[in-house]
């Protein structure tokens, strides 16, 4: 009964987790994936009440993403020139990581209180381990958005080593989504 509501959740975090760019145009905008978040919560609140407190981050977040179907480089390729974001975009950037974590807080929350009623003791800490993995990289996230401006461009390259540790974390949270599919369907 919740299994495409669950498979729904998955497909967010694809549209969250990749920007694929043609040209200036994001072919895979995150506010996608935030309105599949709400319509997956939508549903998914009749399961748990939990979900229902996901759905008010799911629509500011959608509203404040919808700005990155147009994508905008802050790299000049031919140059080798990186021009950093001003303090808005980066405050904007913060925020919209904040609720993030608040909303996927809700979501592994509500696997996590599932599982706990149904004994499914290895999905439960599968969601509890990977929430606090997601909470550190994001933390570390927020906190080197407004740093990077002063940090030396031989470290920002070391921060591609982060970025992968961090893309790794956010697919671990869409496969427990995935995996959540298949265990609390009903």
């Known amino acids: ?105 809700i979501i592994c929350k509500g696997i996590y209180l599932l599982c706990l009623e149904r004994g499914l003791q290895e999905l439960k800490e599968s969601a509890k381990n990977r929430w606090i993995a997601f909470l550190v990289v994001s933390i570390i996230s927020i906190f080197y958005i407004p740093f990077s401006l002063n940090i030396s461009l031989q470290f920002r390259s070391a921060m591609i080593i982060f970025a992968f540790i961090n893309v790794i974390v956010e697919l671990s949270i869409a496969f427990l989504f995935r995996k959540s599919t298949i265990l609390l369907k009903s």
């Open 1 to 105: 009964m919740y299994a495409s509501s669950y498979n729904k959740l998955f497909w967010a975090m694809i549209f969250i987790i990749f920007d694929i760019n043609l040209g200036p145009i994001n072919i895979l905008p995150n506010f996608i994936g935030y309105i599949l978040i709400y319509s997956a919560l939508n549903e998914l609140q009749l399961q748990h009440k939990i979900y229902e407190k996901g759905k008010m981050p799911s629509i500011i977040l959608t509203i404040l993403t919808v700005k990155d179907v147009i994508h905008v480089s802050n790299d000049n390729l031919l140059s080798g020139q990186f021009v950093p974001p001003n303090f808005w975009v980066m405050a904007l950037s913060s925020v919209i990581s904040i609720i993030n974590i608040y909303l996927i807080y």
